[in-house]
């Protein structure tokens, strides 16, 4: 029982200690990647190290057993990333089609102008809510592929890709505004 204990409490200290640089790594090696976030890939590894049953073989040298698991997991990541490379008029129709989500086509307040707003609107999100968006919207990705691939529950994908258009939809409704109060 000590053993299993120790193993823990190995674990435990080596992610308080090493969580930025874990995250770091995963930064590292995965770059202009929509779906993944580093933190959330190190929480997967940790969770299913930690889910490890307490009969598991000891862990004898912990950095490099947690190191050796990110690895694993970007690259079963990375295997299963889709390769989406649209043309340019394909790009600007998803900007049109994204920018409806938001403007409708009734009041004709689309305009380049709005466009614009959207694109620096889309660039000021988190990072995590605007991952979402692009997968989702500009990559055609599904909840359940993303969820598959990255390890987040779907519902999470889903929580976040909503909070991210509600954050555009309200600095476009402040932009539209000031706009027409001017």
């Known amino acids: 029982m000590a053993a299993k204990t120790e193993n823990r409490n190995n674990l435990t200290d080596f992610f308080n200690e ?11 090696r995965i770059r202009d990647t929509s779906e993944q976030d580093a933190e959330d890939i190190v929480q997967d590894v940790a969770l299913r190290i930690f889910s490890r049953p307490d009969d598991a073989i000891p862990i004898t040298n912990v950095g490099g057993f947690v190191y050796n698991a ?16 649209l043309p340019s008029e394909e790009i600007d129709r998803q900007w049109q089609d994204f920018a409806e989500l938001f403007y409708g086509d009734a009041d004709n307040s689309y305009s380049p102008e709005m466009e614009t707003a959207l694109k620096n609107a889309m660039t000021d999100l988190k990072q995590v809510y605007r991952d979402i968006v692009i997968a989702i919207d500009f990559e055609g990705y599904t909840y359940k ?18 909070r991210a258009l509600a954050e555009l939809s309200k600095k476009l409704e402040n932009i539209k505004a000031s706009s027409h109060g001017s």
């Open 145 to 162: 592929e993303l969820s598959e691939r990255t390890g987040i529950p779907a519902g999470t994908l889903m929580s976040r890709r909503h």
């Open 70 to 85: 990110v690895r694993n997991r970007i690259i079963d990541i990375m295997r299963g990333k889709k390769e989406r490379k």
């Open 18 to 28: 090493e969580y930025g640089s874990l995250q770091s790594y995963v930064r590292s």
